[in-house]
């Protein structure tokens, strides 16, 4: 079944490029993006009453203005408390120019990231990246 992915990063480039990444992988449906932390959680929350408009895995940026990802996972975790049905979106993936390994373990000790993926990567890379997340 296809799978709808919610894209959270502020660089426009990069949201481009993972939208033309995903249009080539049948296992996706749509890339839903938001540019902050913020954004994204008022989308989440706005559609819990309608479970056919939540994604099913998050790809989450570390660095962002107004709300950062890690910002957005400490937030995200507390609104799943309120809202079960958004622990259905899984994996969250942690998608990052990041190397630093202290960020790697903050990511993994939220508890709920279960991949850490270094960016910019190249675009088949990235494209086998997500086929295998969709699959």
Same mark, same amino acid.
């Given at each position: 079944?296809?799978?709808?992915?919610?894209?959270?990063?502020?660089?426009?480039? $990069? +949201? $481009?490029?993972? @939208?033309?990444?995903?249009?080539? +992988? /049948?296992?996706? @449906?749509?890339?839903?993006? #938001?540019?902050?932390?913020?954004? #994204?959680?008022?989308? !989440?929350?706005?559609?819990?009453?309608? /479970? &056919?408009?939540?994604?099913? !895995?998050? !790809?989450?940026?570390?660095?962002?203005?107004?709300?950062?990802? $890690?910002?957005?996972?400490?937030?995200?975790?507390?609104?799943?408390? @309120?809202? /079960?049905?958004?622990?259905? +979106?899984?994996?969250?993936?942690?998608?990052?120019?990041? &190397?630093?390994? #202290?960020? *790697? @373990? *903050?990511? %993994?000790?939220?508890?709920?990231?279960?991949? $850490?993926?270094?960016?910019?990567?190249?675009?088949?890379?990235?494209?086998? %990246?997500?086929? &295998?997340?969709? #699959?």
């Amino acid at each position: 079944m296809p799978k709808k992915i919610m894209f959270i990063d502020d660089d426009e480039h $990069y +949201i $481009y490029l993972i @939208e033309r990444v995903c249009k080539g +992988i /049948p296992t996706v @449906e749509s890339v839903i993006s #938001a540019t902050d932390g913020k954004m #994204a959680l008022e989308n !989440l929350s706005k559609w819990v009453d309608d /479970p &056919q408009k939540l994604p099913d !895995l998050l !790809l989450v940026d570390i660095n962002m203005p107004i709300m950062d990802g $890690y910002e957005f996972l400490n937030r995200f975790k507390k609104v799943r408390e @309120e809202f /079960p049905i958004l622990k259905s +979106i899984e994996p969250i993936v942690m998608l990052t120019s990041s &190397q630093d390994k #202290a960020d *790697k @373990e *903050k990511a %993994f000790n939220t508890g709920l990231v279960k991949k $850490y993926f270094v960016k910019p990567a190249d675009i088949h890379v990235m494209h086998d %990246f997500i086929n &295998q997340l969709t #699959a």
